[in-house]
């Protein structure tokens, strides 16, 4: 079983959690007709379906809730690997959101009340198992980052993170591809969020290690959520690699 991705203070979780779906809610209300009609990064999805897939993500916090904990207790990691096997689900769940008239800010004060009778360490159901609360909170996080990063890239207009969970989501996404890749032969670094060992081979115990890979926030997120090949990356200049074994492309992306 691969190790499990760090877990951050709970109240710090929940913060940042409804800072970034307040900011999603914002955003959004500022985007005109024409722009919610405008093709998505996401292929096959206008903006106004990836708002409501924000929604969506939101919206589960009531869905599972409602249901009974069934399965072994899932991990962080568990949860971002998987992603991909649930996409038509998603997808299907999504559209039918969005043709019922979803309305985003209606489920951030929804999902605010389902956190305030959950305990951190309370178990909740979800698509791959049972999961702590606070580690459910982080998936929601990763999911509000990655899709405010789809949004700004599909719109043009800056999306504003919060910091916290800008954050949360580099590490999650770093500590993801520790676990996938163990090893201490090459150092991911992101800063100024994360820096963490991966990749099997001679271990670097001084001095700068002999294989490096440096990438700014956004670009890590993108290319760990399959939104950049690491060709492209380094073909645009935006990571570096330096050393024989930082090469990270088969290991990509961590999720879908």
């Known amino acids: 079983m691969p190790p499990k991705t760090r877990r951050p203070q709970p109240a710090k979780i929940r913060q940042a959690l409804v800072n970034q779906w307040r900011a999603h809610v914002e955003y959004s209300a500022r985007l005109t007709a024409e722009q919610l009609a405008a093709p998505s990064k ?15 993500t939101v919206h589960s916090l009531q869905t599972w809730s409602a ?19 649930a996409a ?9 959101l969005v043709a019922e008239g979803v309305v985003l800010a209606d489920e951030v004060v929804e999902a605010e009340k389902v956190m305030a009778r959950y305990g951190d360490e309370e178990p909740i159901a979800m698509r791959f198992g049972g ?10 996080i990763v999911e509000a980052t990655v899709h405010a990063d789809d949004l700004e890239r599909s719109t043009g207009l800056e ?7 800008l954050a949360v989501t580099v590490r999650q996404l770093a500590d993801a591809m520790a676990a996938k890749v163990p090893g201490n032969s090459v150092e991911l ?8 060992q991966c990749v099997a081979g001679p271990r670097h115990t001084r001095g700068t ?16 959520a399959g939104r950049m ?3 492209e990356a380094v073909a645009e200049g935006v990571v570096h690699a330096s050393g024989s074994r930082a090469d990270l492309k088969d290991f990509l992306p961590l999720m879908g």
Do not use: C
């Open 42 to 56: 996401l292929t096959g999805w206008d903006v106004k379906t990836l708002v409501g897939h924000v929604a969506y």
């Open 67 to 85: 249901l009974p904990v069934q399965g072994a207790e899932a991990e962080v990691y568990d949860w971002m690997t998987a992603t991909p096997t």
């Open 88 to 96: 038509a689900a998603v997808d299907a769940v999504t559209r039918e």
């Open 131 to 140: 999961m702590r609360f606070d580690d459910f909170l982080v998936s929601r």
């Open 159 to 165: 999306f504003p993170h919060d910091r916290e969970a």
């Open 189 to 196: 670094r992101v800063p100024p969020f994360a820096a963490v």
């Open 209 to 224: 290690p002999p294989n490096v890979v440096e990438t700014a926030p956004r670009t890590w997120i993108r290319l760990a």
């Open 229 to 231: 090949t690491w060709d």
